[in-house]
């Protein structure tokens, strides 16, 4: 697998490379991310790339994160002094999403599956971002009157319907925005994917 990778990395005609996640446990995910060439890392995944994000320096951006902070700049929803909540710390959304966030001047507060009264920090938030890997997990009780809520979570429920993090219905009334899912970020993934790829190509 890492020559295979090496040789991609060196492909003229390859302009991004991806990880399909997760990896079988045979493989050391850190370890096979750190084999792709930053430069082509269109995931942003790798070490270096992670690194400048984290520094404000200018790299490839993990594609939902990016996604989210581009969907509500084009609704100019303003992020300087507000209280941001991102429910997670993944390092494919969690972890990069509060590093931008924090690049937006917001104020963080970061929770994940040992969080203790998740509700009350999360009811503090004028933006929440739900990104746990738990279906249904934020209801109405979570947010705050006029909030924002962007939901990065999809589940298949055994009748075949995709959810998200997020129990839309009942959160929706109390909200100023929320997106939904299907049809939310999942399409800005894809976009900024796209993206990275075509700079990733200007690059080569």
């Not at 100019?76 to 429910?87: M, R």
Request: aromatic content about 4%.
């Amino acid at each position: 697998v890492r020559a295979a990778v090496q040789n991609l990395n060196v492909n003229n005609s390859v302009d991004g490379i991806l990880i399909q996640r997760p990896l079988p446990k045979t493989f050391k995910e850190t370890e096979v991310l750190y084999w792709v060439s930053p430069n082509k890392d269109v995931d942003a995944f790798h070490p270096e790339n992670t690194g400048r994000l984290v520094l404000g320096l200018s790299c490839f951006q993990p594609c939902t994160p990016a996604g989210v902070v581009r969907l509500l700049k084009h609704y100019s929803i303003p992020f300087e002094g507000k209280i941001a909540c991102v429910v997670g710390r993944s390092s494919i959304v969690g972890k990069p999403m509060a590093a931008m966030l924090l690049k937006e001047n917001c104020t963080i507060i970061q929770c994940h599956s040992k969080t203790a009264n998740l509700s009350s920090l999360t009811c503090q938030a004028d933006l929440v971002v739900a990104a746990a890997g738990k279906p249904g997990l934020v209801g109405s009780s979570f947010i705050k009157d006029g909030a924002i809520v962007v939901d990065v979570g999809i589940h298949r429920t055994t009748s075949g319907k995709l959810i998200g993090d997020v129990l839309f219905d009942e959160v929706a009334p109390k909200t100023s925005a929320i997106t939904p899912v299907p049809g939310g970020i999942g399409p800005m993934t894809i976009a900024l994917l796209m993206e990275n790829t075509v700079r990733a190509a200007e690059i080569q």
